[in-house]
Structures are given as structure tokens and as C-alpha cells.
């Protein structure tokens, strides 16, 4: 698993971490997600730590408990981060584009075309 930062919590790295893994699938809906213990082990991280950035995703709706069992993904996991991250991309980085576009008098097909140039250069990387 990959280091902290630094410059933030370490249990909200380790909330992001798990986030990240249910996205892209390594931790499908009703999947089982490694223990409090197995994470405060591998990561080298106070058990009370893990705990914490855990039920940060349980506060959330993202993963809930199965008395005796563990962790396990919540359904609707991944499409409730999908939209959560949609609307901050929205809200954090679409508006400043959009105002900034109308400020250099560009229209809203002159966006267009700029996005498209950048999602093309993506796909040559």
C-alpha cells in the first residue's frame, strides 16, 4: 500500500485510499473490505487510526458492519462516490473553467472545442 502523505489526517488518507479501491473495483459492492487490524498492521498505523478513517466510509453510507463478520462494501458504493466526485469536479473545477472562458470571450462552443482538443490529447498519451 502506497505512504502517507503528510499533509493531511492520516485517517482521511486511508478513507480516500479505501474510496479509490471501491471505484475502480478493487472492492466491489458487498465485498468484504480488509479488518481494522489488517490495516493497522500493513500500514503501520494505530488501530484507533484505521478505525477512525473506517468509519469515516460507515458515517458515509459506503461500507457497513456485519456484527462478528466484518467490513463489508454498501450496494450504490460506488455509484454515490462517482456522483459525489462528479459534483465536486463541478463545483471545483467546471465553474473557475467556465467563468475564465467567459472572461477570454470564448463561447460555449469554443469550450467545446477546447475540451475536445484536451480529451484527444489525452487518449495520444
Not at 478505525?51 to 456485519?66: C, E, F, H, R, S
Not at 450504490?76 to 459525489?84: C, P, S, V
Not at 473557475?96 to 495520444?124: C, D, H, N
Amino acid at each position: 500500500m502506497a505512504g502517507f502523505d503528510g499533509t493531511r489526517p492520516i485517517f482521511l488518507q486511508l478513507a480516500e485510499m479505501l474510496e479509490e479501491g471501491i471505484i475502480s473495483g478493487a472492492f466491489p459492492e458487498e465485498s468484504q473490505i480488509p479488518s481494522i487490524t489488517e490495516y493497522s498492521a500493513a500500514l503501520k498505523i494505530n488501530p484507533a487510526t484505521a478505525l477512525k478513517g473506517i468509519n469515516q466510509l460507515v458515517d458515509a453510507g459506503l461500507v457497513y458492519k456485519k456484527r462478528g463478520v466484518g467490513m463489508f462494501v454498501a450496494a450504490g458504493a460506488r455509484e454515490k462516490l462517482l456522483a459525489r466526485r462528479r459534483e465536486s469536479f463541478y463545483a471545483g473545477r467546471l465553474l473557475p473553467v467556465a467563468r475564465e472562458a467567459k472572461a477570454l470571450g470564448l463561447s460555449l462552443a469554443g469550450l467545446q472545442e477546447l475540451t475536445a482538443r484536451a480529451y484527444e490529447e489525452q487518449e495520444k498519451e
